[in-house]
Structures are given as C-alpha cells and as structure tokens.
C-alpha cells in the first residue's frame, strides 16, 4: 500500500536560470541536496530565511533535479520542494569584483547614473543555447562610470608602455599591427585582437574593470528601453553600417547613447566580464555588433550593427584563438555612492 504525505506549503522556491531562491519563514534549517537525499548526499544547511545562491558555486557542473527540504529543530521533515536544472543550461561563472571607487568623472569616462532598468537581452539564431534573459528582470544599477568611447589602438600601447604586458600566450595578439605598433592613421580605431585576459589586464592597470552585460546595456539604452543608443528606429548614419573595415572611435559621435556614450553599435564586438559554462565549453558575452558582416553563411557571427539587447557568445578556446579582428572592448569604474 503506497502512503502519500501531504506538506503544508512552508518552502518559497524559484529556480532562475542557475540562480536559486528560497524562503521559508519558520523551522529550523533548509537542506538543498543534488540529486536525491540520502546518508551518502546529504547537501549543503542552511538556517531557515532567505537565501540566494548560484548552483554552479555550490554544486560544480551537475545538472538535474535539486531536492529542497525544510526541517524543525526535532529533524522533522516540514516541507519539501524539487527543481530541475535542465542539460545545457547557460551558467554564469564569472565573479562580480568592484573597482576602486571614483569620487568624480574620471577624465575619457561619462557617469552613467543609478537608476532601474529592465534587462532583456537576447539571440534570436539560438542554435546553441544563450541565458535566458527574454522576459526582462528589473534591476537597480548602481551609479558607476564607462569609458566615453572604446579602447583605442593608442590607448592599448599606452598601457602596454606603462605595464610593460606581455601576455603568456601572444598567439595574434595586436595581430593588425606591426614592430610592436599600430599602422600609422589607425591610433583612433578600437583595439582588436585583444584576448579576455588582455582586456581585464589593461582595466586592472588603470583600476577599471569590464562592465557586465546589464551595465553594458544600461549605458547604451538608458531607462526607456531604447532599442539603439540613439532611439528606436535604425539610423545608418549613426554608427558604423558594416562598413567591412573599422572606423575611429570618434567619427560618429552623434550615435551616443542617452548618458553620452559613444560608439557602442557597430565598429566592433565589445567584450563584457560575464562568463558562461553551459556544461560542454565556456563563452564570454558581447555586445553592439562589428564593421564585418558575413553574409555567405549562417554559421558565422552574425555582425554589422546590432540592437543594444542583442546578445554573442564569443566562445573561449584559447586567447590565441579567442583573440579576433572584430572584437575590442571598454571599461567601467565604480562610483561612490551619493
């Protein structure tokens, strides 16, 4: 004879991409198991409350169903809850690390007040799966600064002067220039061929770091949802329109975005810190699309100008391999809290 126990509803449980929240406002403690529980897999407490947690912190690369249980201070079985992680499923891994705080406008950057902003952000060619931001989550984005344009050529040899970097592995790095320089005109152009490692290094040198993809966002589109920086409707004489070559940081200044951000759509893929395991390979997210767009095949990076809720994946081999003609990136920098 089978017995079904019913259980009062005691365990609030929401499973969001790879991001657990559970509340339980009475009992003792809350035990979240991998699998099902047993004297073997016993999970990990914690106390009764809120708490929000990202499964891949907690539980490495598993997938699959996540039993959450609530007990009294007896070991009473109070209620019990079960989620599942599906195969594949987009996990972020990257660590959100502050920068030293800045009291004004660093000089190249705008201020990018806080303010509440709905995140939406997506791929319509999903033949590999992205993270799920479609419905839009509403978020507060604290006050912080961006580099008013991305880093250039020159600005990339200026750091490299000062820090004297190397990196380990320089497979094409700065492949389009030459003797250790840029081709002469193009100091004004955005850095390319720059790994994840090389951008991160050049932000950690001057105290900055790469915005996540809803910072990113934030400063290209503003509160009102903008689809370009500019407004809603594409403009072909605000960014550069797959011109097939890159273009100066500065030549299409009027395409800023509603914080004074400029050339954040077209010229080349601007690299985000956030980056994803989705259980077979690891990608970092860009951003604003690039001069190139391929049109002989589907199986490219789709590029030219893309919307500011667009999202690519840049998978991550190795920096050699990584590192690419139309992909750069620009930095942001903490502020003090008015």
């Known amino acids: 004879m089978d017995v079904i126990a019913i259980l009062p509803d005691l365990i609030k449980v929401q499973l969001r991409i790879d991001s657990l929240f559970v509340s339980a406002d009475e009992g003792d403690r809350i035990i ?11 999970g990990i407490e914690l106390p009764f409350g809120n708490h929000a947690l990202k499964l891949n ?4 690369r598993y997938e699959g169903k996540f039993v959450i249980q609530l007990f009294d201070d007896q070991n009473q079985l109070m209620d019990e809850k079960t989620v599942f992680l599906e195969p594949a499923t987009s996990k972020l891994i990257s660590r959100f690390e502050r920068s030293e705080p800045a009291d004004a406008i660093p000089d190249g950057m705008v201020e990018i007040p806080s303010g509440t902003f709905v995140f939406s952000a997506y791929n319509p060619d999903q033949f590999i799966p992205y993270p799920d931001n479609s419905d839009g989550d509403t978020l507060l984005i604290r ?13 990339y040899y200026n750091f490299m002067t000062q820090a004297n970097y190397s990196p380990d592995d320089n497979t094409k790095f700065l492949h389009h220039w030459e003797l250790g320089k ?5 100091e004004n152009y955005p850095v390319a061929f720059v790994s994840l490692s090389d951008a991160r290094a050049y932000c950690g040198h001057y105290r900055k770091r790469l915005p996540t993809e809803a910072e990113w966002q934030y400063a290209a589109q503003g509160t009102d949802g903008r689809k370009w920086p500019w407004g809603s409707d594409f403009d072909s004489t605000l960014c550069n329109n ?12 009027n395409g800023k975005s509603p914080f004074g951000a400029k050339d954040m759509i077209g010229n080349v893929w601007q690299l985000t810190s956030d980056v994803y395991d989705n259980g077979a390979y690891y990608y970092v997210i860009m951003k604003g699309g690039s001069y190139y767009k391929p049109t002989s095949s589907w199986w490219y990076v789709q590029g030219g100008p893309q919307p500011a809720g667009h999202q690519q994946m840049l998978l991550m081999v190795s920096p050699g391999f990584d590192r690419n003609g139309t992909v750069g990136f620009r930095c942001v920098k903490d502020a003090k809290q008015k």
């Open 32 to 42: 979240i198991t991998a699998g099902n529980p047993t004297y073997q897999n016993q």
């Open 143 to 155: 006050r912080f600064f961006v580099d008013e344009y991305p880093v250039t050529n020159q600005d």
């Open 182 to 186: 840029c081709w002469p005109g193009e």
């Open 57 to 60: 912190d907690r539980f490495g």
């Open 242 to 253: 797959a011109l097939g070559h890159p273009t100066p940081v500065t030549m299409f200044r």
